[in-house]
């Protein structure tokens, strides 16, 4: 069997020294949006993934998307969808399967919007 790349399996993982420097990368995007009186973009992370999630002012969190890791200029995005309760992969703001941490978060706002 051929191998197939797909920039939704695999990954590598996020180097604990990178974690704040990604953090400030999404604070840095959410500071330029018009949501950013409403909501916070909250991030964790978990082996190659970053999960994003959404702050509101009354406490709630909710879930928006996970960032898969391949190097620092390289992530693939999967969506989360309430309906089903899970993450679903997509494209980036960009149109393609794989794009910067910005174009992920770009379609992780979709719910914010």
Known sequence: MPWIYDV????????S???????KRAQAYAAKRPWKNKYKLQVRF???????????????????GRLRHFNDRKWSIAF????NDCYQPCFMSNGSKEGTLEEGLAVCEMYLS
């Open 8 to 15: 939704h399996s695999g990954g590598t993982k996020i180097p």
């Open 17 to 23: 020294l990178n974690h704040e420097k990604i953090r």
């Open 46 to 64: 978990k082996g190659q993934f970053c999960y994003v999630d959404a702050l509101e002012t009354d406490g709630t969190v909710s879930p928006l």
């Open 80 to 83: 989360y969808t309430y309906s």
